[in-house]
């Protein structure tokens, strides 16, 4: 009988062993096809995000140098007052438009959208090619490139949350703007030096905030109905904040090591 019992009881063990070994695989299978969607998912997603940024850029960047290199078209839109200030403050508006509404458009909409918004950008950044020379605005934008790449890329990597120093960064761009409208009236160039170091540093901050929260944005929403499409609605706005990140960087950047014409 004990012979039996311990033949019996070696059996179940074993089967049990063989049970748990193929479960745990069959789990760890699963679990890794899991992560392989996931992030094949989050890697087109990120990749339509950057490509509609890069999209921008060139529609701004054709833009503000077929205007800003005629000094006939700078004429035309700057000369006026009026056409000054809409040239100015129409993207503003634009983007407050573009982040109310983006969510209850179709994507194709959107899009449209926000290529429309960096033509309107490109013409009131056209001055640039007026004010400072064309190698000071190549080397302050391939700066921003690398800067603005290396930055993005620890947003999407590191494991750290970053949304605590999200909210701090928010708090230091309005700060910024208030440094902003005091140096308007002051004219100082200590106030100017400043201004234009924090501004590169709190945008460039921005940058990994902003990669960080597009790429969890998509990873909570993925899987909600209709998420990849919400998801890709969604995208657009990432662009766009990366977009003015990038901008921001860029203009800060040119101000604070550009050589004047």
């Not at 760890?28 to 094949?40: A, F, K, L, Q």
């Amino acid at each position: 009988f004990i012979n039996k019992y311990d033949i019996n009881h070696s059996s179940i063990h074993n089967v049990k062993e063989i049970f748990m070994a193929e479960f745990e695989s069959i789990r760890s299978t699963t679990r890794s096809d899991s992560n392989i969607n996931i992030d094949s998912g989050l890697r087109a997603h990120m990749n339509k995000v950057y490509g509609l940024m890069a999209v921008a850029m060139v529609i701004t960047g054709l833009v503000a140098w077929s205007i800003g290199t005629s000094p006939q078209l700078v004429g035309a839109l700057f000369s006026n007052s009026i056409i000054s200030l809409i040239v100015m403050f129409a993207p503003l508006g634009f983007v407050f438009f573009l982040s109310a509404r983006v969510m209850k458009m179709s994507y194709s909409a959107g899009q449209l959208s926000f290529w429309l918004f960096s033509a309107l950008m490109g013409l009131s950044l056209s001055t640039i090619f007026v004010v400072y020379t064309g190698a000071s605005i190549a080397n302050a934008f391939f700066t921003t490139a690398i800067a603005f790449g290396a930055m993005s890329l620890f947003g999407y990597t590191t494991k750290k949350d970053l949304s605590g120093m999200g909210r701090f960064l928010f708090m230091g761009v309005i700060g910024l703007i208030v440094a902003m409208i005091i140096n308007w009236f002051t004219q100082s160039p200590g106030l100017e030096f400043a201004i234009n170091v924090l501004g590169v540093l709190i945008f460039a901050g921005l940058t990994a905030y902003d990669t960080q929260n597009i790429k969890n944005t998509y990873l909570s929403i993925r899987n909600a109905p209709n998420g990849e499409e919400i998801a890709a609605k969604a995208g657009i706005l990432g662009a766009l904040s990366l977009y003015i990140n990038f901008l921001n960087m860029f203009m800060f950047l040119l101000q604070f090591m550009g050589n004047r014409e």
